[in-house]
């Protein structure tokens, strides 16, 4: 059943103080009602926008109010996304580590994507949810 309603949402960006701190707060916001949780994963937090669970199920559209997005910004910024990517490097492998070692060098050169870019362009792919920042 899918309702015509639009759903608002609060996300408090002053929450949020790196990426297991994101994840927190998206599971508090969408996830509330759910009896699992959303992983750490890009991939998983680019599927729950689909809609297809957590309090997005069964509304059409939604609009996401992010307070305090400036200092998700800076939570998620260079260092978060630098110890991200080297997160990865260090781990079991199943990455492609030569791509992860060239966004790190952009990283370091100025021209890489933040964890706070990729999350942006993740919801902006997502048409039926409006995204406003505060």
């Not at 966004?103 to 993740?122: N, P, R």
């Amino acid at each position: 059943m899918t309702t015509h309603d639009s759903l608002v949402l609060m996300l408090a960006g002053s929450a949020i103080n790196d990426i297991p701190s994101f994840y927190a707060e998206i599971n508090r916001v969408f996830m509330a009602d759910e009896d699992w949780q959303l992983g750490h994963s890009l991939d998983a937090l680019d599927d729950m926008l689909y809609g297809g669970y957590g309090v997005l199920a069964g509304h059409e559209s939604a609009k996401v109010i992010w307070q305090d997005m400036e200092h998700t910004r800076s939570a998620l910024g260079v260092d978060a996304t630098r110890a991200w990517l080297q997160g990865k490097l260090a781990g079991s492998g199943k990455f492609n580590e030569a791509n992860i070692a060239a966004q790190l060098k952009a990283l370091d050169a100025g021209e890489g994507q933040t964890y706070f870019q990729i999350v942006m362009e993740i919801f902006a792919a997502h048409l039926r949810i409006q995204l406003e920042g505060r």
